[in-house]
């Protein structure tokens, strides 16, 4: 079964540094990967996509990651951290011929002033 | 922009009572989901939904769930006899291609 490991439950950075959040995934066949973040009490909003092409992907807010296959990673970045960057990120991937998406425990980013 | 929404936003039952969470999804989308997210766990997958019959399911999703689409705005989750496990944020979604947008969830409390 798919699994997903985002490593480091908090991360807390200062306004301006980079942002730096990390998911791996076990699959022997390249699924589809999702970063969704989460601020309090709303629901889960799309960041990026990597479906297929091009392995690095831009987001909204500044957010970018790159499909590593070599290193089953999808890492989420941003070069500077915004105070309104802070909430909670879940890496998801989806596998080839399921539409289900398979969620890691999440990422809750604190940006320090 | 189309969005996912959820009714109600809050609900709370006492523990063997039905209840009945309603989603409207985005209008042209065509696959249609259901996830729920435990306090402090992971986003879990419950069902996925098309075509009016469930395409897949996980483990959680047993005899006492069931989904519909009354009409054809409406998709609905109905827990039969609510546990306190039961209790969560329960989150529909629906899909354009590859990408699930999600809803803003109901938080199911169970007394």
């Known amino acids: 079964a798919q699994s997903v490991t985002q490593l480091g439950s908090h991360v807390s950075v200062s306004e301006g540094a980079l942002v730096l959040l990390r998911c791996n995934y076990s699959s022997s066949v390249p699924p589809y990967l999702f970063w969704y973040v989460q601020y309090p009490n709303q629901g889960l909003q799309l960041l990026l996509k990597y479906t297929t092409g091009a392995t690095l992907v831009k987001g909204i807010n500044g957010f970018e990651a790159e499909f590593k296959k070599s290193e089953t990673s999808f890492h989420l970045t941003k070069p500077s951290a915004h105070m309104s960057d802070a909430a909670e990120y879940f890496c998801a991937v989806s596998e080839a011929g399921r539409r289900a998406l398979t969620f890691g425990s999440g990422t809750r980013l604190q940006v320090q002033p | 922009e189309p969005e996912v929404t959820q009714t109600p936003s809050h609900q709370v039952t006492q523990m063997g009572q039905e209840v009945i969470l309603r989603c409207v999804p985005i209008?042209?989308?065509?696959?249609f989901y259901w996830y729920r997210q435990i306090l402090g766990q992971k986003v879990e997958f419950l069902v996925s939904f098309y075509n009016n019959e469930i395409s897949e399911k996980s483990e959680i999703f047993d005899d006492q769930f069931s989904v519909e689409r009354p009409d054809g705005s409406n998709f609905t989750l109905k827990i039969r006899s609510t546990k306190l496990e039961d209790s969560a944020m329960y989150f529909c979604?629906?899909?354009?291609?590859?990408?699930?947008?999600f809803g803003p969830g109901t938080r199911l409390t169970v007394l």
């Open positions: 979604a629906s899909t354009e291609r590859d990408t699930q947008y």
């Open positions: 209008s042209n989308h065509l696959y």
